[in-house]
C-alpha cells in the first residue's frame, strides 16, 4: 500500500464549478500537509501549506486536513479553465500520483 | 527576483555513464531539495539539502548523490545509469519562515538514458 493514494482522474468539470480534490495517507507521523499544481512540461508550483488539522484559505483555494482520518482535501472555487492541471497533494515528502484536472469553459 | 534554474534542460545519455545535474536556488533560499518524476512512479524525493548539508534523504540507492555548495547551489549525480533513471529530475529550494514556508521548483532536467 502506497503511503499517500490519490485518484489520478481525469476529472472534467464545467467552469465556475467546485472542484473537490483529495488524498489518504496511512502514516500518522507525516506532519505537514501540501497541495501542488503542475502545468503540462512546467516544474510543480506550490498552492498551499498547512501543519495542523482544519482549513486553510487562500483566494478561491481551500485546503482542509483531517489528521484523525488521515484524509485531506483541496477545494477550488469559481473554477477557471486555467485551473486545468495536474494537482498532486503531499505529506511531508511523500506525493500522491496527481489529479489531472480540466475545466471545460 | 529571478526563479530556480536547472541545467542542462535536456540530456542524452547511455547506460553505464553517470551524470552531473545542476541547480541554482532563488536568492536567500539555503535548501535545496531533488526529485525524481516518472509517469509510473510519479514525483519521488531524493534529497535535501541545507547549508552544505544532507538533511534528508529518499528511498534511492547509492548511486544517486548530491552535494551543495556555499552558495547554496546544488548538484546531484547519478552513477552507472540504469534505463529506469530515465525522468525528469526537478529541484527546488525552499524558505521557511516561521508559520510561513515558500518553495519554487525550477523547470527540471529531462534525461534520457538509451
Known amino acids: 500500500q502506497k503511503e499517500v493514494e490519490q485518484d489520478p482522474g481525469p476529472l472534467s468539470v464545467p467552469e465556475g464549478a467546485i472542484v473537490s480534490l483529495n488524498c489518504t495517507y496511512s502514516?500518522?507521523?507525516?506532519?505537514?500537509f501540501m497541495w501542488y499544481r503542475q502545468y503540462s512540461r512546467k516544474g510543480p508550483e506550490l498552492l498551499m501549506y498547512?501543519?495542523?488539522?482544519g482549513n486553510k484559505e487562500d483566494g478561491r483555494f481551500t485546503a482542509q486536513v483531517d489528521k484523525s482520518s488521515k484524509y485531506i482535501s483541496l477545494f477550488i472555487r469559481d473554477s477557471q479553465p486555467s485551473d486545468s492541471a495536474t494537482y498532486l497533494c503531499?505529506?511531508?515528502?511523500?506525493f500522491g500520483q496527481g489529479t489531472r484536472l480540466t475545466i471545460n469553459p | 527576483k529571478a526563479g530556480v534554474t536547472q541545467t542542462p534542460r535536456y540530456l542524452i545519455k547511455t547506460r553505464g555513464q553517470q551524470v552531473t545535474l545542476s541547480c541554482s536556488p532563488i536568492?536567500?533560499?539555503?535548501?535545496v531539495s531533488w526529485y525524481q518524476q516518472t509517469p509510473g512512479q510519479g514525483l519521488q524525493f531524493l534529497f535535501e539539502?541545507?547549508?552544505?548539508?544532507?538533511?534528508n534523504k529518499g528511498n534511492f540507492p547509492g548511486r544517486f548523490s548530491g552535494r551543495q555548495f556555499s552558495n547554496s547551489r546544488s548538484e546531484m549525480n547519478v552513477s552507472t545509469l540504469e534505463l529506469g533513471d530515465s525522468a525528469l529530475y526537478l529541484c527546488?529550494?525552499?524558505?521557511?519562515?516561521?508559520?510561513?514556508?515558500?518553495?519554487?521548483f525550477g523547470p527540471g532536467t529531462r534525461l534520457t538514458v538509451t
Open positions: 502514516n500518522s507521523a507525516f506532519q505537514y
Open positions: 527546488a529550494s525552499s524558505l521557511n519562515r516561521g508559520l510561513r514556508y515558500e518553495q519554487y
Open positions: 536568492s536567500g533560499h539555503r535548501s
Open positions: 539539502y541545507f547549508s552544505e548539508t544532507q538533511r
Open positions: 498547512t501543519y495542523s488539522s
Open positions: 503531499a505529506m511531508s515528502d511523500s
